[in-house]
Protein backbone atom coordinates (compact mmCIF):
# COMPACT_ATOMS: atom_id res chain seq x y z
CA UNK A 1 0.00 0.00 0.00
CA UNK A 2 1.03 3.42 -1.11
CA UNK A 3 1.72 5.47 2.40
CA UNK A 4 1.73 9.17 2.66
CA UNK A 5 3.39 11.55 4.62
CA UNK A 6 1.69 15.40 4.85
CA UNK A 7 3.69 18.28 6.14
CA UNK A 8 3.69 21.91 5.69
CA UNK A 9 1.47 23.36 7.84
CA UNK A 10 1.67 25.81 10.61
CA UNK A 11 0.32 28.69 11.80
CA UNK A 12 -0.62 32.12 9.79
CA UNK A 13 -2.50 34.96 9.56
CA UNK A 14 -5.86 35.69 7.83
CA UNK A 15 -5.51 36.26 4.39
CA UNK A 16 -1.89 35.11 4.57
CA UNK A 17 -0.59 31.57 2.43
CA UNK A 18 0.62 27.72 2.87
CA UNK A 19 1.97 25.07 0.93
CA UNK A 20 0.98 21.66 1.99
CA UNK A 21 2.87 18.66 0.84
CA UNK A 22 1.74 14.58 0.46
CA UNK A 23 5.05 12.94 0.24
CA UNK A 24 4.35 8.90 -1.21
CA UNK A 25 6.46 6.49 -0.35
CA UNK A 26 6.57 4.90 -3.85
CA UNK A 27 5.72 6.03 -7.11
CA UNK A 28 2.63 7.05 -8.10
CA UNK A 29 2.57 7.37 -11.03
CA UNK A 30 -0.21 4.46 -12.11
CA UNK A 31 -3.03 6.39 -9.15
CA UNK A 32 -5.20 7.78 -10.90
CA UNK A 33 -6.91 10.02 -7.84
CA UNK A 34 -5.12 11.86 -5.13
CA UNK A 35 -7.19 14.12 -2.79
CA UNK A 36 -6.51 16.50 -0.10
CA UNK A 37 -9.09 16.74 3.09
CA UNK A 38 -9.87 18.52 5.95
CA UNK A 39 -11.18 18.06 9.86
CA UNK A 40 -11.70 20.72 11.94
CA UNK A 41 -12.63 19.51 15.85
CA UNK A 42 -16.11 18.62 16.30
CA UNK A 43 -16.34 18.74 12.05
CA UNK A 44 -16.55 15.98 10.24
CA UNK A 45 -13.67 15.06 7.80
CA UNK A 46 -14.55 17.00 4.31
CA UNK A 47 -12.76 16.61 0.79
CA UNK A 48 -11.46 19.71 0.02
CA UNK A 49 -9.36 19.13 -3.58
CA UNK A 50 -8.47 16.14 -5.94
CA UNK A 51 -6.33 15.92 -8.67
CA UNK A 52 -6.18 13.11 -11.49
CA UNK A 53 -2.92 11.41 -12.70
CA UNK A 54 -3.57 13.51 -15.76
CA UNK A 55 -3.57 16.70 -14.09
CA UNK A 56 -7.17 17.91 -14.11
CA UNK A 57 -7.98 19.36 -10.38
CA UNK A 58 -11.45 19.61 -8.63
CA UNK A 59 -12.16 21.46 -5.64
CA UNK A 60 -15.10 21.88 -3.78
CA UNK A 61 -16.91 25.45 -3.94
CA UNK A 62 -15.41 26.77 0.04
CA UNK A 63 -12.38 26.73 -1.56
CA UNK A 64 -12.18 27.22 -5.07
CA UNK A 65 -10.09 30.15 -6.24
CA UNK A 66 -8.14 30.31 -3.52
CA UNK A 67 -6.45 26.79 -3.26
CA UNK A 68 -4.33 24.61 -6.11
CA UNK A 69 -3.89 20.93 -5.91
CA UNK A 70 -0.29 19.99 -8.28
CA UNK A 71 0.72 16.46 -8.55
CA UNK A 72 4.37 15.66 -9.55
CA UNK A 73 5.08 12.06 -9.99
CA UNK A 74 8.42 12.21 -10.74
CA UNK A 75 9.09 13.66 -7.53
CA UNK A 76 5.88 11.36 -5.72
CA UNK A 77 4.76 14.40 -4.35
CA UNK A 78 1.27 15.78 -4.51
CA UNK A 79 1.02 20.04 -3.48
CA UNK A 80 -1.60 22.05 -2.15
CA UNK A 81 -1.16 26.04 -2.63
CA UNK A 82 -3.49 27.50 -0.05
CA UNK A 83 -3.85 31.28 -0.27
CA UNK A 84 -5.98 34.17 1.16
CA UNK A 85 -6.39 31.74 3.85
CA UNK A 86 -9.61 32.31 6.39
CA UNK A 87 -10.37 31.28 10.04
CA UNK A 88 -12.38 28.77 8.50
CA UNK A 89 -9.79 27.12 7.18
CA UNK A 90 -8.27 26.03 10.00
CA UNK A 91 -8.14 22.42 10.51
CA UNK A 92 -5.72 19.31 10.33
CA UNK A 93 -5.56 18.63 6.34
CA UNK A 94 -4.52 14.80 5.23
CA UNK A 95 -3.82 13.36 1.61
CA UNK A 96 -4.73 9.86 0.56
CA UNK A 97 -5.71 8.02 -2.65
CA UNK A 98 -9.15 7.76 -4.05
CA UNK A 99 -10.58 5.09 -3.32
CA UNK A 100 -8.48 4.70 0.09
CA UNK A 101 -8.22 3.34 2.83
CA UNK A 102 -6.34 4.59 6.73
CA UNK A 103 -5.39 7.81 7.65
CA UNK A 104 -1.60 9.03 8.55
CA UNK A 105 -1.31 12.20 10.66
CA UNK A 106 -2.04 15.25 8.66
CA UNK A 107 -0.69 18.58 9.44
CA UNK A 108 -2.31 21.27 11.18
CA UNK A 109 -3.18 24.29 9.59
CA UNK A 110 -4.22 27.06 11.44
CA UNK A 111 -5.56 30.52 10.78
CA UNK A 112 -5.36 33.16 13.10
CA UNK A 113 -4.13 36.37 14.16
Known amino acids: Q ?3 V ?34 APGKVRELVATITS ?17 RDNAENTVYLKMNSLKPEDTAV ?3 RTIPGEGWGQGTQVTVSS
Not at 54 to 67: E, L
Open 6 to 39: ESGGGLVQPGGSLRLSCAASESIFSIYVVGWYRQ
Open 2 to 4: VRF
Open 54 to 70: GGAPDYTNSVKGRFTIT
Open 93 to 95: YYC
